[in-house]
Protein backbone atom coordinates (compact mmCIF):
# COMPACT_ATOMS: atom_id res chain seq x y z
CA UNK A 1 0.00 0.00 0.00
CA UNK A 2 1.30 3.47 -0.53
CA UNK A 3 0.05 6.89 -0.84
CA UNK A 4 -0.92 7.64 -4.31
CA UNK A 5 -2.38 4.52 -4.75
CA UNK A 6 -4.41 5.06 -1.52
CA UNK A 7 -5.66 8.22 -3.34
CA UNK A 8 -6.93 6.64 -6.23
CA UNK A 9 -9.06 3.99 -4.58
CA UNK A 10 -12.09 2.75 -3.81
CA UNK A 11 -12.86 3.38 0.15
CA UNK A 12 -14.74 1.87 3.15
CA UNK A 13 -16.41 5.39 3.64
CA UNK A 14 -18.80 4.69 0.81
CA UNK A 15 -20.83 1.69 -0.38
CA UNK A 16 -24.17 -0.37 -0.63
CA UNK A 17 -24.91 -0.69 3.14
CA UNK A 18 -28.25 -0.25 4.87
CA UNK A 19 -30.10 2.72 4.29
CA UNK A 20 -26.88 4.08 2.04
CA UNK A 21 -29.32 6.46 0.61
CA UNK A 22 -29.45 8.79 3.94
CA UNK A 23 -26.52 6.98 6.01
CA UNK A 24 -23.03 6.65 4.48
CA UNK A 25 -20.93 5.08 6.90
CA UNK A 26 -20.75 3.72 10.61
CA UNK A 27 -17.80 4.38 12.73
CA UNK A 28 -15.63 3.06 15.97
CA UNK A 29 -13.43 4.61 17.55
CA UNK A 30 -11.70 3.53 20.97
CA UNK A 31 -9.04 5.47 22.61
CA UNK A 32 -6.18 3.53 24.94
CA UNK A 33 -3.14 4.33 26.63
CA UNK A 34 0.04 2.64 27.73
CA UNK A 35 0.70 2.55 31.26
CA UNK A 36 4.06 3.21 31.58
CA UNK A 37 4.43 6.07 29.29
CA UNK A 38 3.18 9.53 29.88
CA UNK A 39 0.40 10.89 27.96
CA UNK A 40 1.21 12.36 24.59
CA UNK A 41 0.93 15.83 25.46
CA UNK A 42 4.09 15.24 28.61
CA UNK A 43 5.87 12.39 25.81
CA UNK A 44 9.65 12.95 25.27
CA UNK A 45 11.16 12.48 21.58
CA UNK A 46 12.41 9.45 22.63
CA UNK A 47 9.50 8.00 24.16
CA UNK A 48 7.13 8.71 20.79
CA UNK A 49 9.96 7.12 18.93
CA UNK A 50 10.03 4.34 21.11
CA UNK A 51 6.19 3.38 21.26
CA UNK A 52 6.44 4.07 16.98
CA UNK A 53 8.77 1.91 16.53
CA UNK A 54 7.36 -0.96 18.95
CA UNK A 55 4.03 -0.79 18.49
CA UNK A 56 3.86 -0.06 14.43
CA UNK A 57 4.64 -4.45 13.56
CA UNK A 58 2.53 -5.30 16.52
CA UNK A 59 -0.40 -3.34 14.76
CA UNK A 60 0.73 -4.91 11.55
CA UNK A 61 0.19 -8.46 12.75
CA UNK A 62 -3.66 -7.60 13.39
CA UNK A 63 -4.07 -5.99 10.41
CA UNK A 64 -2.42 -8.18 7.65
CA UNK A 65 0.64 -7.90 6.03
CA UNK A 66 -0.87 -5.92 3.29
CA UNK A 67 -1.36 -3.07 5.59
CA UNK A 68 0.28 0.05 5.48
CA UNK A 69 2.06 2.29 7.89
CA UNK A 70 2.52 5.69 7.61
CA UNK A 71 4.95 7.46 9.68
CA UNK A 72 3.60 11.20 9.87
CA UNK A 73 6.80 13.38 9.85
CA UNK A 74 7.87 11.29 6.36
CA UNK A 75 4.56 12.35 4.52
CA UNK A 76 4.21 15.17 2.60
CA UNK A 77 1.29 18.22 4.03
CA UNK A 78 -1.13 16.74 1.03
CA UNK A 79 -0.34 13.54 1.78
CA UNK A 80 -1.85 13.81 5.34
CA UNK A 81 -4.17 15.93 4.29
CA UNK A 82 -5.66 13.29 1.77
CA UNK A 83 -5.66 10.99 4.48
CA UNK A 84 -7.59 13.37 6.45
CA UNK A 85 -10.30 13.40 3.26
CA UNK A 86 -10.66 9.61 3.54
CA UNK A 87 -11.30 10.57 6.79
CA UNK A 88 -8.46 7.46 7.91
CA UNK A 89 -7.31 9.86 10.52
CA UNK A 90 -8.21 13.38 12.21
CA UNK A 91 -7.92 16.67 11.52
CA UNK A 92 -5.87 17.30 14.62
CA UNK A 93 -3.74 14.56 13.96
CA UNK A 94 -2.75 14.89 10.66
CA UNK A 95 -1.86 18.83 11.26
CA UNK A 96 0.44 17.84 14.35
CA UNK A 97 3.84 18.60 14.48
CA UNK A 98 4.54 15.98 17.16
CA UNK A 99 7.93 14.30 15.54
CA UNK A 100 7.06 10.88 15.99
CA UNK A 101 3.43 9.55 15.35
CA UNK A 102 2.06 6.92 12.65
CA UNK A 103 -1.48 5.69 10.85
CA UNK A 104 -1.63 2.14 10.67
CA UNK A 105 -4.50 1.02 8.05
CA UNK A 106 -5.68 -2.13 6.83
CA UNK A 107 -5.80 -2.73 3.41
CA UNK A 108 -9.60 -1.97 2.81
CA UNK A 109 -9.54 0.93 4.70
CA UNK A 110 -11.39 -0.85 7.12
CA UNK A 111 -9.38 -0.46 10.01
CA UNK A 112 -7.13 2.12 11.02
CA UNK A 113 -4.68 2.49 14.13
CA UNK A 114 -3.17 6.13 14.99
CA UNK A 115 -0.35 6.00 17.02
CA UNK A 116 0.38 9.24 19.51
CA UNK A 117 -2.69 10.86 18.17
CA UNK A 118 -4.26 12.52 21.25
CA UNK A 119 -4.01 8.96 22.86
CA UNK A 120 -0.96 6.65 22.44
CA UNK A 121 -3.21 4.84 20.96
CA UNK A 122 -6.50 5.40 18.71
CA UNK A 123 -8.07 2.07 16.75
CA UNK A 124 -10.62 3.25 14.28
CA UNK A 125 -12.92 0.77 12.53
CA UNK A 126 -15.46 1.47 9.56
CA UNK A 127 -18.17 0.18 7.81
CA UNK A 128 -20.13 1.21 5.06
CA UNK A 129 -24.26 1.99 5.72
CA UNK A 130 -25.91 1.75 9.04
CA UNK A 131 -23.86 -1.17 10.44
CA UNK A 132 -22.22 -0.58 14.02
CA UNK A 133 -21.97 -4.09 14.82
CA UNK A 134 -19.43 -4.55 12.24
CA UNK A 135 -17.18 -2.12 13.17
CA UNK A 136 -17.62 -2.64 17.13
CA UNK A 137 -16.66 -6.35 16.34
CA UNK A 138 -13.91 -5.35 14.74
CA UNK A 139 -12.70 -2.62 16.95
CA UNK A 140 -13.26 -4.91 19.90
CA UNK A 141 -10.84 -7.68 18.14
CA UNK A 142 -7.95 -4.75 17.60
CA UNK A 143 -8.30 -3.76 21.18
CA UNK A 144 -8.05 -7.36 22.74
CA UNK A 145 -4.96 -8.43 20.44
CA UNK A 146 -3.30 -5.31 21.31
CA UNK A 147 -3.82 -5.26 25.26
CA UNK A 148 -2.02 -9.08 24.65
CA UNK A 149 1.04 -7.01 23.46
CA UNK A 150 0.81 -4.05 26.18
CA UNK A 151 -0.89 -2.90 29.59
CA UNK A 152 -3.08 -0.34 29.28
CA UNK A 153 -3.73 2.77 31.43
CA UNK A 154 -6.33 1.39 33.66
CA UNK A 155 -8.44 2.73 36.79
CA UNK A 156 -11.65 0.47 38.55
CA UNK A 157 -13.62 3.35 38.90
CA UNK A 158 -12.64 5.57 35.51
CA UNK A 159 -12.32 2.51 33.30
CA UNK A 160 -9.72 3.67 30.64
CA UNK A 161 -7.56 6.32 31.13
CA UNK A 162 -7.56 9.17 28.62
CA UNK A 163 -5.66 12.42 27.49
CA UNK A 164 -9.36 14.18 27.47
CA UNK A 165 -12.05 13.13 30.39
CA UNK A 166 -15.11 12.96 28.38
CA UNK A 167 -13.32 10.05 26.95
CA UNK A 168 -13.08 8.40 30.62
CA UNK A 169 -14.57 4.92 30.66
CA UNK A 170 -14.72 3.16 27.74
CA UNK A 171 -13.05 5.25 25.68
CA UNK A 172 -15.49 5.16 22.36
CA UNK A 173 -16.67 7.73 20.21
CA UNK A 174 -19.23 5.42 17.63
CA UNK A 175 -20.22 7.67 14.92
CA UNK A 176 -22.54 7.44 12.05
CA UNK A 177 -21.79 9.91 8.64
CA UNK A 178 -24.80 11.14 6.61
CA UNK A 179 -26.17 12.61 4.08
CA UNK A 180 -28.86 14.90 5.29
CA UNK A 181 -29.93 17.70 2.43
CA UNK A 182 -33.63 17.51 2.72
CA UNK A 183 -33.71 18.42 6.36
CA UNK A 184 -31.23 21.31 5.56
CA UNK A 185 -33.56 22.52 2.51
CA UNK A 186 -36.81 22.58 5.07
CA UNK A 187 -34.78 24.01 7.92
CA UNK A 188 -35.15 21.25 9.93
CA UNK A 189 -31.54 19.92 10.99
CA UNK A 190 -31.91 22.29 14.16
CA UNK A 191 -34.60 20.23 15.96
CA UNK A 192 -32.61 17.41 14.77
CA UNK A 193 -29.55 18.54 16.90
CA UNK A 194 -31.63 19.88 19.62
CA UNK A 195 -32.79 16.17 19.59
CA UNK A 196 -29.70 14.60 19.81
CA UNK A 197 -28.68 17.12 22.49
CA UNK A 198 -31.36 15.66 24.71
CA UNK A 199 -30.18 12.07 23.83
CA UNK A 200 -26.62 12.26 25.02
CA UNK A 201 -25.78 12.68 21.23
CA UNK A 202 -23.98 15.26 19.27
CA UNK A 203 -24.14 16.27 15.81
CA UNK A 204 -21.14 17.49 14.38
CA UNK A 205 -19.73 18.83 10.62
CA UNK A 206 -17.90 16.96 7.57
CA UNK A 207 -14.65 16.38 9.70
CA UNK A 208 -15.40 16.82 13.37
CA UNK A 209 -16.65 19.37 16.06
CA UNK A 210 -16.52 22.80 14.84
CA UNK A 211 -16.25 21.90 11.06
CA UNK A 212 -18.79 22.80 8.12
CA UNK A 213 -21.67 20.44 7.08
CA UNK A 214 -20.05 20.72 3.56
CA UNK A 215 -22.24 18.85 1.08
CA UNK A 216 -24.64 18.19 3.75
CA UNK A 217 -23.13 15.19 5.55
CA UNK A 218 -23.13 15.20 9.15
CA UNK A 219 -21.74 13.06 12.07
CA UNK A 220 -23.72 12.13 14.52
CA UNK A 221 -21.81 10.72 17.55
CA UNK A 222 -21.90 9.72 21.36
CA UNK A 223 -21.15 12.73 23.65
CA UNK A 224 -20.26 10.75 26.78
CA UNK A 225 -18.26 7.41 27.66
CA UNK A 226 -18.16 7.32 31.36
CA UNK A 227 -20.74 5.30 32.59
CA UNK A 228 -22.11 3.41 29.76
CA UNK A 229 -20.88 0.32 28.26
CA UNK A 230 -19.37 0.12 24.88
CA UNK A 231 -22.47 -2.05 23.56
CA UNK A 232 -24.48 0.48 25.28
CA UNK A 233 -23.60 3.49 23.23
CA UNK A 234 -24.12 2.10 20.06
CA UNK A 235 -27.26 0.73 21.40
CA UNK A 236 -28.03 4.59 22.05
CA UNK A 237 -27.16 5.41 18.28
CA UNK A 238 -28.99 2.23 16.48
CA UNK A 239 -32.21 3.96 18.44
CA UNK A 240 -31.56 7.17 17.57
CA UNK A 241 -30.69 6.91 13.88
CA UNK A 242 -33.60 4.93 12.04
CA UNK A 243 -35.44 8.25 13.57
CA UNK A 244 -33.39 10.47 11.38
CA UNK A 245 -33.63 8.39 8.48
CA UNK A 246 -37.36 8.29 8.55
CA UNK A 247 -36.98 12.09 8.82
CA UNK A 248 -34.80 12.77 6.09
CA UNK A 249 -36.82 10.31 3.64
CA UNK A 250 -39.97 12.14 4.92
CA UNK A 251 -38.25 15.14 4.01
CA UNK A 252 -37.38 14.31 0.79
CA UNK A 253 -41.51 12.73 0.10
CA UNK A 254 -42.45 16.58 1.06
CA UNK A 255 -40.34 18.22 -1.42
CA UNK A 256 -41.42 15.68 -4.31
CA UNK A 257 -45.34 16.33 -3.13
CA UNK A 258 -44.76 19.85 -2.72
CA UNK A 259 -42.10 21.83 -4.88
CA UNK A 260 -41.72 18.84 -7.36
CA UNK A 261 -40.91 20.77 -10.53
CA UNK A 262 -38.23 22.69 -8.38
CA UNK A 263 -36.35 20.04 -6.99
CA UNK A 264 -36.05 18.79 -10.20
CA UNK A 265 -34.50 21.43 -11.29
CA UNK A 266 -32.63 22.06 -8.47
CA UNK A 267 -31.17 18.83 -9.07
CA UNK A 268 -30.61 18.72 -12.72
CA UNK A 269 -28.87 22.43 -12.83
CA UNK A 270 -26.64 21.34 -10.61
CA UNK A 271 -25.82 18.49 -12.70
CA UNK A 272 -25.28 20.79 -15.97
CA UNK A 273 -23.02 22.85 -13.73
CA UNK A 274 -21.21 20.25 -13.09
CA UNK A 275 -20.87 18.73 -16.42
CA UNK A 276 -19.86 21.71 -18.20
CA UNK A 277 -17.93 23.78 -15.35
CA UNK A 278 -14.47 25.22 -16.42
CA UNK A 279 -13.13 26.38 -12.87
CA UNK A 280 -14.50 25.26 -9.76
CA UNK A 281 -13.77 25.48 -5.72
CA UNK A 282 -14.14 22.36 -3.82
CA UNK A 283 -17.01 23.77 -1.39
CA UNK A 284 -19.41 24.76 -4.52
CA UNK A 285 -18.77 20.69 -6.07
CA UNK A 286 -19.98 19.19 -2.48
CA UNK A 287 -23.06 21.64 -2.77
CA UNK A 288 -23.85 20.90 -6.54
CA UNK A 289 -22.85 16.93 -5.63
CA UNK A 290 -25.44 16.97 -2.73
CA UNK A 291 -27.96 18.60 -5.18
CA UNK A 292 -27.60 15.75 -7.90
CA UNK A 293 -27.17 12.96 -5.07
CA UNK A 294 -30.66 14.41 -3.49
CA UNK A 295 -31.84 13.71 -7.11
CA UNK A 296 -31.17 10.84 -7.80
CA UNK A 297 -31.92 9.61 -4.34
CA UNK A 298 -35.59 10.98 -5.24
CA UNK A 299 -35.53 9.90 -8.76
CA UNK A 300 -35.60 12.87 -10.68
CA UNK A 301 -32.41 12.63 -11.69
CA UNK A 302 -31.62 9.86 -14.59
CA UNK A 303 -28.31 9.04 -16.28
CA UNK A 304 -26.21 9.25 -13.20
CA UNK A 305 -24.89 6.48 -10.61
CA UNK A 306 -24.82 7.09 -6.70
CA UNK A 307 -21.64 5.25 -6.21
CA UNK A 308 -19.98 8.10 -9.31
CA UNK A 309 -21.27 10.66 -6.92
CA UNK A 310 -20.25 9.27 -3.93
CA UNK A 311 -16.50 8.44 -5.67
CA UNK A 312 -16.42 12.15 -6.70
CA UNK A 313 -17.21 13.72 -3.48
CA UNK A 314 -14.29 12.17 -2.05
CA UNK A 315 -11.82 12.26 -5.53
CA UNK A 316 -12.44 16.61 -5.95
CA UNK A 317 -11.29 17.19 -2.64
CA UNK A 318 -8.06 19.17 -2.73
CA UNK A 319 -5.21 16.29 -2.11
CA UNK A 320 -7.03 14.01 -3.75
CA UNK A 321 -6.83 15.89 -6.95
CA UNK A 322 -2.85 17.00 -6.23
CA UNK A 323 -2.00 13.27 -5.94
CA UNK A 324 -3.84 11.97 -8.12
CA UNK A 325 -2.53 14.30 -10.94
CA UNK A 326 1.40 13.71 -9.23
CA UNK A 327 1.77 17.52 -9.00
CA UNK A 328 1.62 20.32 -6.37
CA UNK A 329 -0.88 22.20 -7.56
CA UNK A 330 -1.91 26.01 -6.18
CA UNK A 331 -5.86 26.77 -5.68
CA UNK A 332 -6.40 28.21 -8.87
CA UNK A 333 -5.29 25.40 -11.00
CA UNK A 334 -6.78 22.97 -8.30
CA UNK A 335 -10.23 24.48 -9.27
CA UNK A 336 -9.19 24.00 -13.47
CA UNK A 337 -8.69 20.45 -12.75
CA UNK A 338 -11.19 19.68 -10.68
CA UNK A 339 -13.50 20.63 -13.50
CA UNK A 340 -11.94 19.08 -15.93
CA UNK A 341 -12.65 15.91 -13.25
CA UNK A 342 -15.74 16.66 -13.26
CA UNK A 343 -16.71 17.21 -16.86
CA UNK A 344 -14.77 13.64 -17.65
CA UNK A 345 -16.67 11.46 -14.99
CA UNK A 346 -20.12 12.95 -15.67
CA UNK A 347 -19.76 13.34 -19.31
Do not use: W
Not at 124 to 138: E, K, M, V
Amino acid sequence: MNIQSLAASSTACFGNGLDSDVVISSRVRLARNVAEYPFVSRLSVADSKRLVDDLTPVIAEILGADSGSFRMNELKETERQMLIERHLISKNFGMSTLTHSAACIAADESACVMINEEDHLRIQTIAPGLDLQTPLARCQEIDRFLEKKVVYAFDDKLGYLTACPSNLGTGMRASVMMHLPALTLTKQMEKVRHAMDKSALVVRGLFGEGEPADGDYFQISNQVTLGYSEEDLVGLLMQMIPHIVDYERQARMYLLKENRESITDRANRALEILRNTQSIKTAETLALLSNVRLGVCMGVVEGVERSVLDMLFLRVQPAHLQLMEGSQLDASDRDLLRAKYLRKALK
